[in-house]
């Protein structure tokens, strides 16, 4: 037996189990580095990938070394005396041979395959070799399948009789903060609105990220309820909620190697919003030259998915086509969200009327849900609680209740701006190139770097004049991403190349 050591290494979603090279008590032919293991202490299996340790002073000959995410995941004291052997087949593995082969999945199938993955039985190149099989060829009825399948193995939450609203966008516009003001003025009309949000991957920032400027998200599930039971609502990071394990696991495979098909994407917001509790959801998806759906054409076919596949599963859905031609607002980072969403909430004058009118238009469409609404006056009861501070009032009782970061809201003082090289008229921003801009500078991870646009489209602009301005962390972010955007300002001028 070994003693179990908690190794303070974040490993993200991935259970890492680490042993001496010098432990007597496993031949090393039997357990080498990158084997997967499984960890066993009073009946607990815990699935692990092992890394041979060479250092003692990290790790002494009788101890096995956890993860973070392994040692949560087990549950067990330092100290406890473990075992380790070799896991037990993973069957599921037919299944997802058989995708690869191009054959039709049952729903059993995908149970048992997700069942495995959120269980972390899959290594990273199995789960990649899952994801790629179904981005080949996916029918409605197996998109149906993973998301009940997807669904099942999440925590579910039940808010008794309850109306219980949602909103979602598919993502891939910079600025598109619309939950943060969506909330409040749905909590302020009277309708529960438990808003569970990403943390960035591959973006500038998450509704997660731009949320944590002001309060605190890392709440776990018990707390969630309670925050929700006392004012009707919350923002909160959905990865500490665990309602789609499985979900987020594939997510860590699925950004890096780019896959981010229809299918999967149906699967994974409606499997977050069933066990979130939802009732009744309000999707965006905005449609543009550089957005997720480039075309209206795609934009109906995807809606159509998301109609059937939600239909089935008992969900309403209404969905709402936004214009995804260039970012949403003025900022894209953290910090600059945030102020652009305490902006509009407090009726600034300077607010970004995009940000405000998209926010009121999803915020109807939920109210829309309320039986006391008729005729469709679910915006015009949107924008009254805008404009009378009702919203604003409604997300500072959200702050309290989940924790006040104590953050002030300033962008980085470490800044670049990009010009424009002759007069013109803005034509077209790329989403693509200023989100790629806003993370070389250091977002989501350092709360104050991001861009801040300064022109818009349809903005006149003086050759010479600031086309936005680049915050970044440190210097060397602020190089790399001043180069970046000297290369290809992501700008379109009367109709040219961008420059």
């Not at 960890?39 to 692990?48: C, L, Q």
């Not at 808010?159 to 949602?166: I, R, S």
């Amino acid at each position: 037996m070994l003693k179990l050591k908690r190794i303070a290494i974040d490993t993200h979603r991935e259970s890492i189990a680490y042993l001496s090279r010098d432990c007597g008590l496993y031949r090393a032919e039997e357990f080498q580095a990158l084997a997967k293991i499984e960890v066993t202490a009073d009946g607990i299996r815990v699935p692990a990938t092992l890394n041979i340790v060479d250092d003692p002073s990290l790790l002494e000959p009788d101890e096995l070394g956890l993860s973070e995410e392994a040692f949560r995941l087990f549950g067990k004291a330092p100290g406890t005396r473990v075992a380790i052997d070799h896991p037990r087949p993973v069957e599921s593995l037919e299944a997802v041979r058989g995708k690869i082969q191009g054959r039709i999945l049952s729903e059993d199938e995908y149970k048992s395959v997700i069942r495995d993955i959120a269980a972390q039985r899959y290594s990273k190149m199995e789960i990649a070799a899952f994801l790629v099989a179904c981005a080949s060829f996916m029918t409605a009825e197996e998109v149906l399948s993973l998301t009940r399948a997807m669904a099942c193995v999440g925590h579910r939450l039940d808010w008794g009789d309850k109306l219980v609203v949602d909103k979602h966008c598919i993502g891939g516009i910079p600025g598109n903060r619309t939950s943060m003001i969506v909330v409040p003025i749905v909590m302020a009309h009277g309708l529960t609105i438990p808003k569970t949000s990403s943390r960035a991957i591959t973006s500038p920032a998450g509704t997660a990220d731009t949320m944590e400027v002001l309060a605190r998200v890392d709440i776990g599930t018990d707390e969630m309820r309670a925050i929700v039971e006392k004012i009707g609502g919350c923002l909160v990071w959905g990865g500490r909620v665990n309602l789609s394990p499985a979900d987020d696991v594939m997510i860590t495979v699925e950004r890096p190697l780019g896959i981010d098909t229809r299918e999967q994407m149906v699967a994974s917001i409606l499997s977050k919003k069933i066990t979130a509790g939802a009732r009744h959801l309000v999707l965006d998806i905005p449609v543009g030259p550089t957005a997720k759906v480039r075309s209206r054409n795609e934009a109906v076919r995807l809606r159509k998915l998301f109609e059937y596949v939600s239909g089935a599963l008992g969900l309403p859905i209404d969905i709402v086509l936004t214009d995804g031609s260039q970012p949403v607002g003025y900022g894209v980072g953290p910090m600059l969200e945030a102020r652009d969403v305490l902006a509009v909430l407090r009726n600034d004058p300077a607010a970004p009327a995009d940000l405000r009118d998209r926010a009121l238009l999803v915020a109807g469409a939920l109210i829309d849900t309320d039986p006391a609404i008729r005729g469709g006056r679910g915006i015009h009861r949107a924008r009254e609680l805008l404009d009378s501070g009702a919203a604003m009032r409604a997300m500072e009782k959200l702050i309290e209740a989940q924790g006040p970061s104590g953050m002030t809201i300033a962008p980085s003082s470490l800044a670049y701006e990009v010009l424009a090289p002759r007069d013109g008229l803005v034509c077209g921003i790329d989403c693509l190139r200023i989100a790629r801009i806003a993370r070389l500078a250091g977002a989501p991870a350092f709360k104050g770097a991001g861009v801040d646009l300064l022109k818009k489209t349809g903005d006149a602009v003086r050759k010479g004049e600031p086309l936005y301005r680049v915050h970044a962390g440190l210097a060397t972010d602020l190089a790399f991403a001043a180069e970046l955007a000297e290369r290809d300002s992501g700008y379109v001028l009367n109709g040219t190349e961008t420059i």
